[in-house]
């Protein structure tokens, strides 16, 4: 039979294992929100649908809200339940990823705000379909980290960082893209760098999945993955530079 | 005289106080590496200077490892000590303004990045006087938000936050500048680039300086100030568009 010291640790474990698991759905309810936000600000520039745009614009408070909530909770968690040296990264991780979600859906909100923008001038015969890739691309990156962090799955967390690479280089094409288009049609620099900061915008979007995947390994195996690659790395239009 | 309890208490509380200051003094020292960042980029971009610029990329590991070490500091106080209300929102607070730090450092890091490539291609004959006023007033926001953070000065911090739409004109106006100059001569236009993503960088650097203030007050009155200004409000060149 246990003691009544034993119970009394069960019973705290088990009310600080609720918690940290309502702070997990949590996250996953917030991941989904910015799911959404790409998806939605994905369409809303494909169709110029400024709608849309502003939909995404207004739901960025919900996810401001749930950071917020996320954080306050996780730092109650630390504060007052003295976690041991698991639950403790994973109450961090939880923060760190709620705030890299949370920029996410700020980069979204950007895009959104500039999506309407670009409804006031016509509309660009390049680049969309590879805005559109680039964006999907994001939006499944943020997918699969957030299945590896719900299911603790480092494996799939490296591939999200593996997959990075595939994310600078679509934006590297794209960038490409729209400055031989500015050189060739001046007219349309207003609008192509509209697009390109938008690219940049998903770029960093992408570059946040790669920080959660690592906040997701922290949180399982107690490290974080060594760093060789430089994500600040500058590759875009060196050699447009004459 | 003092019980042994009280004695007990004061042990506890003084132990605390000295780790806090002495974390209050790691975000002063990275605050300071982070001026030093913004001041000798903004050089090194001026004198066409990639030795320098390739410090302040080298300089950048430090100041990232910093911000781990304030953060697993704040987050160890939080654990173990179990601060009150006002010592918690210390900690919260000195975690985020380390996160800003980071981020403010990333931006110089890409700034240098972006000098170096300038140094290929010929000088533009604009810009760099308005790139160089803005870089110092990003610089100057940083130093006022320190001392705001270090003195507990509402006041100063409430000053930060309100000088940052000056920052946001400046941009503005550097865009104006340097989009026009890309559609009188579109050879100029990858440099011009560059020069735009420079400029977006510093102006990020100014929201990092709101965000900062906006923690100090967090710290010293218990709430976030209100949001009255979008601070991410999509103003550049929209009236570029056709």
Redesign the interface.
Known sequence: MKGPDTMQQDHIHSAFDADLSSLRSQVMTMGGLVENSIRQVSKALNRRDSERADRVVAGDVEIDKLEELISRKA?EL???R??NARD?RTA?AVMKIA?SLERVA?YS??IA??ST??T???PLDIGIGSIKRLSKAVRIQIKHVLDAFIKGDVERADFVIYRDEEIDQMYNALFREF?TH??ED?RS???C??F??IA?NLERMGDHATAIAEQVIYMITGTLPTDDRDK???TD??E???
Chains 1, 2 share one sequence.
């Open positions: 730092i630390i504060a007052l003295q976690p403790l961090i705030v700020d909100k950007n705000k500039r923008v670009l006031h001038s016509p400055l500015m050189m001046p620099i207003s609008s760098m509209h390109l900061f940049k600040n790395v500058m239009f060196d447009y530079l004459t």
